[in-house]
């Protein structure tokens, strides 16, 4: 399995698994929420019958123009996801919408493109003191213990992109 080249998270303690090195007694509950390989945010529509809302937290441009996002999903006011993306320049170009994208999910937009796909497919659980954590947790009423996190790349059109997302509710129901 290769290793996205760069990570949207600039810290964490984070040891990413391929999820056939998680053992199924080590598997959380929404194990399969974790390893699913289409849209995240489709499956939360669909499941919880609630439209997906985003609260984007930054949205910068690092020096080579790629583009760093970060941002929650809630459904029905809950924060269920936090996620961090980064998008190359090449892929902002091919991409053009992702400029105007504001306050919408990105997942729904890439998933609707034929040539998308998730590759290299990574999970961890993380400890309440992981800088990823705190950030995904920064402003929110609960601190938890410990939260799982997934790492892959989302290729669109043969190239790609690299997203993070933990997630913030013990279960995705």
């Known amino acids: 399995m290769s290793t996205p080249s760069r990570q949207p998270e600039t810290q964490t303690r984070a040891t990413w698994l391929s999820p056939d090195q998680v053992a199924e007694s080590d598997r959380p509950r929404n194990w399969p929420w974790l390893v699913e390989a289409g849209s995240l945010t489709g499956r939360l529509e669909a499941s919880l019958g609630a439209p ?4 984007r937290l930054s949205e910068v441009s690092d020096g ?3 583009l760093r996002r970060e941002v929650r999903l809630y459904a029905a006011g809950r924060p269920l996801i ?3 993306s980064h998008i190359p320049a090449a892929l902002l170009d091919r991409l053009e919408w992702v400029s105007s994208l504001g306050d919408q999910p990105l997942g729904t937009r890439l998933f609707s493109d034929a040539t998308a796909s998730r590759e290299d497919l990574c999970v961890a659980r993380l400890a309440a003191d992981d800088p990823l954590v705190r950030r995904a947790c920064d402003g929110l009423d609960r601190q938890p213990s410990s939260l799982w996190a997934r790492r892959s790349r989302l290729v669109v059109g043969g190239q790609a992109m690299v997203i993070v997302e933990c997630f913030l509710q013990g279960e995705a129901e």
Do not use: K
């Open 64 to 66: 080579d123009g790629a």
């Open 52 to 55: 997906v809302e985003v609260e």
């Open 82 to 84: 936090y996620a961090v």
